[in-house]
């Protein structure tokens, strides 16, 4: 086989395969990875979404909101 007019071995040949292969392998990873940080952001917007409905003040929530002046946090 002639590539760019040099004569390639079987080794270059099997070279090229396995770097191609790699590449897929590579993009496949990195798609499977990017679907999950899509999904874990659209879960993420969701529950602080749902979290806010239970919070907000005559929405049915527990809890009265906190005063702007008393201390919150571990710090005080």
């Given at each position: 086989?002639?590539?760019?007019?040099?004569?390639?071995?079987?080794?270059?040949?099997?070279?090229?395969?396995?770097?191609?292969?790699?590449?897929?392998?590579?993009?496949?990873?990195?798609?499977g990875?990017?679907?999950?940080?899509?999904?874990?952001?659209?879960?993420?917007?969701?529950r602080?979404?749902?979290r806010?409905?239970?919070?907000?003040?005559?929405?049915?929530?527990?809890?009265?909101?906190?005063s702007?002046?008393a201390?919150?946090?571990?710090?005080?």
């Amino acid at each position: 086989m002639t590539l760019f007019g040099r004569t390639l071995g079987g080794e270059e040949i099997a070279s090229l395969v396995f770097l191609l292969l790699a590449l897929v392998i590579w993009l496949m990873a990195w798609r499977g990875e990017r679907d999950w940080t899509r999904w874990f952001r659209r879960w993420e917007a969701d529950r602080k979404a749902r979290r806010e409905i239970e919070l907000a003040p005559g929405q049915g929530g527990d809890r009265p909101p906190p005063s702007s002046g008393a201390p919150r946090g571990p710090w005080g």
